[in-house]
């Protein structure tokens, strides 16, 4: 009895997936993206509700109602100690164009937990806890193999990596703040590579290995803001992360196997076994600019609207993984624009106004990112409109000097990922954001009359 010694590369896996038949499993954990197989797969947006809303644009927002976690120099701008939580729901569709191939996945995850507050008026500071990257696929495909016969080749994967970001801003001087973000990345991602032999003379192969992270990360922000005249305000930004080696390990093991009549799989032989080897896993640098703006009315805490704008890109190319490897990855960019505005701040004849809708926050925006991913020498694209609102909670009975606000954010990302190709993968995905802000005046003392 013979067996298949070795597994195809993940480059030749996407072009047999996407050629020749592919499929995705319901039901992972945190996402369902054939694209996770590439890198540490699919990463976390980084921002918050209302910069979801507005295109995910952050690095030149300067809000004081909300927690910019993108450039940590905007905690400087914190008026509120606030606390912001939020789920996301998720909604995509596969299809390969050429054949005609569609299937609809979904999945619900956590989105982020976070408390930012001012320590003095020169010097904010966030915490916060949310995914880093995800990782979801099962993708299989059939071919017929000389002196093989009909062969199956199956890949998964699941899991992802996290990260709890403790961040500091201080504004060093008049009107110029700059922060730092530590990030602590934990969790671990599962991988599987499989050959199924419909001839039962042959043994099954599979891989499996587990990469575990536990390591610290560092980025940095600085924001500019300039005051005009009429409470108009032009705020620049810039954010950095430098290349940093990750401290992982890896389990791995690599067999034989044949199914028993239950659909368990009895192994026949161990062709390779390790367990808790220490490695690296290579993140690349990242930069981005930002600019944004906007105009505060003294009767809001924050911004009555506010348009921005920004370009990031990360170098890709200097990515490793655990054993070495690029993984095929380029250089990527992404784009981004947005605004936002509250009505009964932004236009005089609603100034006056009790009706509901003119205090609601509505925010659109757009993206256009060329992603590190590339199929047959072809990068794919993911582009996408995005809109949200923030709705306010009124508050009755404050006491005098006392300022607080609840806002519940609902957003929409509506976008699509594809290489361009008729016979190759594209998504259409519609993601959902679901979140609520708390901000209030801790230690302050009232006076009453």
Known sequence: MQYLHSILKKGTILFICFTLGWGVAKGQANSVSPFTVYGLGDLSEGYFAQNFGIGGTSIGVREPLYINMANPASYTALDFTTLETAMSFKVVEQSIESTNQKLRNQNAYFNYFALGFKIKDWWGMSVSVSPYSFVGYNIFTTDSVADFGDVLYEFQGKGGINQAVFGNGFEIAKNLSVGINMRYLFGSYDRSEAVLFSDKSYYNAKKKTSNGVSSFAFDFGL??????????????????????????????????????????????????????????ITLPSRYGVGLSYG?????????????????????????????????????????????????????????????????????????????????????????????????????????????????????????????????????????????????????QKFKYR
Not at 339 to 345: A, I
């Open 223 to 280: 924001q500019y803001e300039k005051h005009l005249k009429e409470n108009k305000v032009v705020t620049v930004g810039a954010t950095y992360a430098n290349q940093i080696d990750l401290n992982a390990q890896q389990d791995l093991l690599q067999y034989t196997f044949l199914y028993g009549n239950t659909g368990t799989e009895n192994i026949i032989d161990t062709v390779d076994a390790s367990l808790d080897v220490k490695g690296k």
């Open 295 to 443: 105009y505060k009315n003294p009767d809001w805490y924050g911004y009555a609207w506010m348009i921005t704008g920004e370009f990031s890109s990360t170098n890709w190319t200097r990515y490793s993984n655990f054993e070495g490897n690029n993984g095929g990855l380029k250089d990527s960019w992404r784009v981004a624009f947005g605004g936002f505005m509250v009505p009964q701040y932004s236009f005089e004849k609603f100034k006056r106004g009790k009706t509901y809708f003119s205090k609601i926050e509505y925010r659109i925006g757009g993206f256009y990112e060329n992603t590190q991913v590339k199929i047959e020498d072809i990068g794919v694209i993911n582009y996408g409109a995005t809109a949200g609102f923030g709705l306010p909670f009124p508050y009755k009975n404050l006491a005098q000097g006392e300022k607080k606000y609840t806002m519940l954010n609902l957003g929409i990302v509506v976008g699509n990922k594809w290489n361009g190709e008729p016979d190759q993968l594209k998504e259409r995905y519609v993601n959902l954001i679901f979140g609520i802000t708390f901000g209030d005046q801790w230690f």
